[in-house]
């Protein structure tokens, strides 16, 4: 199942810079790791913005809420998800 989420970051100004660093490494790596398992398949940068773009390939919506909820920034953002179907002009 492929789905669409959009992230925006917001991590709170006041937050210790230590634990703000050692939380960025924590997503980097726990991405990365998704990424090479083939279930996080697209992710973009939005410019001029704290947020992402991605595409998830997933057994369930289960399963992504599971990973979502894994992100160590998770707390930081608001998520938005759209579940993707083929479209029939698609020519992949």
């Not at 199942?1 to 230590?18: E, K, Q």
């Not at 992710?43 to 369930?60: A, E, I, K, M, T």
């Not at 707390?75 to 992949?92: D, G, K």
Request: one cysteine or more.
């Amino acid at each position: 199942m492929l789905f669409h989420v959009t992230m925006d970051v917001d991590i709170p100004r006041d937050l210790d810079p230590a634990e703000r660093t050692a939380i960025v490494a924590e997503e980097k790596a726990y991405s990365q790791d998704l990424q090479e398992q083939g279930k996080w398949k697209h992710l973009w940068r939005v410019v001029g913005q704290y947020s992402n773009v991605s595409v998830f390939d997933v057994g369930s919506t289960d399963e992504l809420h599971d990973l979502l909820w894994g992100l160590p920034l998770f707390p930081y953002m608001t998520v938005r998800v759209t579940p993707l179907c083929p479209h029939p002009s698609a020519i992949r």
